[in-house]
Nanobody, 120 residues
C-alpha cells in the first residue's frame, strides 16, 4: 500500500503565497519522480511542476519564476512553494509520484488533492 497525502492548500489573495506539501508513505522501495498537477472543473488535469530524484526540475510555462518545487528524498516528500499567486492559479492541486514498491512494481500514485483558491 502506498499513500500520498497533501497539505497546505487554502484561500489566498492575489499576489500572496502558499506552500503545498506532499508526503509519500507505505511500501516504497524508491521514487523516481514527484510532481504537482492541477485541475479546474471542466478542464483536463495539467502539469504544474515535477522533480526527479537527481534534482532535475520542470515547470509549466504559466508558473515559471513564481513556483518552486523541492524534494526531500530521505523523507519521501515534495513541496511546492507558490508565490505571486494569480486568480488563474485557482484549482485542485494533486501530488503524484512515479515509484517502485517493495514488491518491485513500478507505478504512478496520486494524492487526494488540495484546493487552492486565489481571490480577493
Amino acid at each position: 500500500q502506498v499513500q500520498l497525502v497533501e497539505s497546505g492548500g487554502g484561500l489566498v489573495q492575489p499576489g500572496g503565497s502558499l506552500r503545498l506539501s506532499c508526503a509519500a508513505s507505505g511500501s516504497i522501495l524508491s521514487i523516481y519522480s514527484m510532481g504537482w498537477y492541477r485541475q479546474v472543473p471542466g478542464k483536463q488535469r495539467e502539469l504544474v511542476a515535477f522533480i526527479i530524484s537527481g534534482g532535475y526540475t520542470n515547470y509549466a510555462d504559466s508558473v515559471k519564476g513564481r513556483f518552486t518545487i523541492s524534494r526531500d528524498n530521505a523523507k519521501n516528500t515534495v513541496n511546492l512553494q507558490m508565490n505571486s499567486l494569480k486568480p488563474e492559479d485557482t484549482a485542485v492541486y494533486y501530488c503524484n509520484a512515479d515509484l517502485t514498491t517493495t514488491a518491485r512494481a513500478r507505478s504512478v500514485y496520486w494524492g487526494q488533492g488540495t484546493q487552492v483558491t486565489v481571490s480577493s
